[in-house]
């Protein structure tokens, strides 16, 4: 499991002195393009496709910091679906989430498979590997 210690900056909060919902997100973000980077060694370059969030409880700026959880689920060809969690202070689960990114050529704007190496350091992280389908055999 990947963590990272995440600043609540002033701006992060709203009218109701506590971080809005919206930056949790962001949150998640940083600390999942960390992940990346420290699990595969370079700058992430993916897509989000799919992003599930509960919310458990406030954090506030006399918080000063939340530390984020990234854990690997499942890997497949072109995505990974990853377990976020975002811990306040003292520990408190604030949110949950599970998160969908997809591998992400920038230039072709298109899914890229992971490559062997990718797969294998994501794979030793935790991730879950999807078996590749078994080809039919050809027609005689």
């Known amino acids: 499991m990947?963590?990272?210690?995440?600043p609540v900056r002033?701006?992060?909060t709203d009218a109701q002195g506590h971080v809005n919902h919206a930056v949790f997100l962001t949150y998640l973000e940083e600390?999942?393009?960390?992940f990346f980077e420290h699990v595969i060694g370079a700058d992430p370059s993916y897509v989000v496709a799919r992003a599930e969030v509960e919310w458990r409880a406030e954090v506030r700026h006399a918080d000063r910091h939340v530390t984020v959880r990234v854990q690997p689920e499942r890997?497949?060809?072109?995505?990974?679906?990853?377990r976020e969690t975002?811990?306040?202070?003292?520990?408190?689960?604030a949110a949950e989430a599970r998160v969908v990114t997809v591998r992400w050529d920038p230039g072709r704007r298109q899914p890229i498979p992971f490559s062997?190496?990718?797969?294998?350091?994501?794979?030793?992280?935790?991730?879950?590997?999807?078996?590749?389908?078994?080809?039919?055999?050809?027609?005689?």
């Open 2 to 6: 990947f963590e990272r210690l995440v």
């Open 10 to 12: 002033w701006r992060d």
């Open 31 to 34: 600390a999942r393009d960390a």
């Open 75 to 82: 890997l497949g060809t072109t995505s990974l679906t990853t």
């Open 86 to 93: 975002i811990l306040t202070a003292t520990g408190e689960v």
């Open 116 to 140: 062997e190496a990718e797969r294998a350091r994501l794979a030793a992280a935790g991730a879950a590997t999807t078996p590749t389908p078994a080809q039919p055999a050809p027609f005689p």
